[in-house]
């Protein structure tokens, strides 16, 4: 699959962009531990305690994901600073190859994490 040469810019808007989406996740991410907590403190039965330590899991993975995602985010950006160094008169017409696989690992992120938060809040609302 070939991809169309973009601005530095706007491949550096796509860092940032994705960047404030994973911080809003890893927020959202403790809100939805601290719920789970509640389940877990509230119950003895252990059917229940089997889902809260399978969403905990979850949670955790998801986690890793930010971590990973963010960390290829920023060697991506550094690449994009050192262009921008080494031809600054240039940087701002400068077009790079697309990262679309970056940009199609935040899609299965986002789609899956949402899958993820669809199926713990419907826990969450049968158990609290």
Known sequence: MTTIPKPLSVLHDDHQTWTRQLDFYRDELQVLNNRLGEVSIHTTQQD????VDHFETQLIIQNELIDELRHAIGVHEHTLERQ?????????????????????QMQVFVRLYGEMKNDLNRFLSRTL
């Open 48 to 51: 229940v305690k089997a889902w």
């Open 84 to 104: 921008a160094q080494e031809y600054p008169v240039a940087s701002d017409y400068r077009r790079l190859e697309d990262h679309a696989e970056m940009r199609g």
